[in-house]
């Protein structure tokens, strides 16, 4: 799906760069408050996944940034600030903000054929429970 329909999707405002919106084609999502949780366990290697959060700090930029993330949703309608979209902007990263809160943006791209991200293999757990 390209991502100005995704905008559409959620009534969003792009925010970043507008000027990759035809270029980038998304098919996965993950949302996450704790960007320590989306590196563990988010596995980006098609490029194609969506990072849906209410954090507006520089860091969403980063992690997308470390794991090839092209596009994030900053959800509630949380102002970004500035700092963070001319970050995205020099890396080429999308941010959309929405109104919407992450369970409803979740649920509507889910039910517009986005799919749930792919997710790191895991160890397997020591515990004896």
Do not use: H, W
């Not at 996965?28 to 996944?49: K, P, Q, R």
């Not at 849906?52 to 700090?57: D, K, L, P, Q, R």
């Not at 979209?85 to 791209?109: M, Q």
Request: net charge neutral.
């Amino acid at each position: 799906m390209k991502v100005d329909e995704v905008a559409k999707l959620i009534d969003g405002i792009i925010l970043s760069g507008k000027n990759l919106l035809d270029k980038i084609d998304v098919k996965t999502a993950f949302a996450a408050d704790l960007m320590s949780d989306v590196l563990a366990y988010v596995e980006s290697d098609n490029n194609d996944v969506i990072l849906i959060t209410g954090i507006t700090n520089p860091q969403i930029v980063r992690t997308a940034e470390m794991l090839d993330i092209p596009v994030i949703i900053v959800a509630r309608g949380k102002t970004v600030p500035k700092e963070t979209i001319n970050l995205a902007d020099e890396k080429g990263i999308i941010i959309i903000s929405t109104k919407n809160i992450v369970f409803t943006t979740s649920g509507i791209l889910y039910t517009n054929g986005i799919k749930p991200a792919k997710i790191k293999p895991r160890g397997e757990s020591t515990s004896s429970c």
